[in-house]
């Protein structure tokens, strides 16, 4: 399966995308990524491995936790997961920037599911809005 290449500590792997069963498989380990979570650093952490792992898997249906724990460092763990979420549509946005900078562009903090129209824009249209 295509991918992004990753170097780890041991290696390299191909990462592909997080499909919709993984994202839903590991919708707790999404939110470990968000430091206000409450999810304790020990268990975000193996929520993570465990996310990491079932990505991996998708190429390298063969690789055990063990073969991952001694082949990658916890940075290797968010490149990973990094790697196959970007490849997927998720993006890092901060979600509250404009509430902590009420002067910040509108376009800076806008996503494709914003019901505020970029400046310029048509304000009508047939379709409708993104997923939100």
């Known amino acids: ?27 707790r380990a999404l939110d ?4 206000d979570s409450g999810i304790e650093p020990k268990e975000g952490n193996k929520l993570l491995l465990d996310f990491a792992l079932d990505i ?3 190429n390298y249906p063969e690789i055990t936790e063990d073969e ?6 916890m940075a290797d763990i968010g490149a990973i997961i990094g790697a ?4 997927s549509g998720y993006s890092k946005r901060p979600l509250d920037q404009a509430s902590q900078n009420p002067s910040a562009s509108p ?18 249209s047939s379709s409708s809005p993104g997923p939100t």
């Open 84 to 87: 196959g979420l970007s490849q």
């Open 68 to 73: 991952l724990l001694d082949a990658a460092g």
């Open 1 to 27: 399966m295509q991918g992004v290449p990753v170097k780890v500590l041991n290696g390299e792997y191909t990462v592909p995308g997080v499909t919709l069963r993984l994202h839903f498989r590991h919708e």
């Open 56 to 58: 991996l898997r998708r």
């Open 32 to 35: 470990a990524l968000r430091p």
């Open 107 to 124: 376009e800076a903090n806008s996503s494709a599911g914003s019901s505020t129209p970029p400046a310029g824009a048509s304000t009508t």
